[in-house]
């Protein structure tokens, strides 16, 4: 997931008032002295079961 893309989807759940949370890892092979890159970087959201359904039509809903 891209960074631009969490933000849509963080802000659809938010909207929607659906609790979850995130984890984010970062990217491992990038040097000191480099410039920024979202390669590497992975973004996962996590909600409960019960809110799955609902969130999963948040997420798809278009807005």
């Known amino acids: ?3 631009q893309d969490y933000y849509k989807v963080v ?3 938010e909207a929607d ?3 979850f949370r995130v984890s ?3 990217n491992a092979n990038a040097s000191p ?3 920024y890159s979202d390669l590497g ?3 996962k959201i996590y909600v409960r079961k019960e809110d ?3 969130a999963l039509s948040s997420i798809n ?3």
Do not use: D, H
Request: net charge positive; proline share 4%; no cysteine.
């Open 24 to 26: 984010v890892t970062g």
């Open 33 to 35: 002295g480099t410039p």
């Open 61 to 63: 809903a278009k807005r």
């Open 1 to 3: 997931m891209r960074q």
């Open 52 to 54: 799955e359904g609902q």
């Open 41 to 43: 970087r992975v973004f």
């Open 17 to 19: 008032q659906i609790k």
């Open 11 to 13: 802000s659809k759940l």
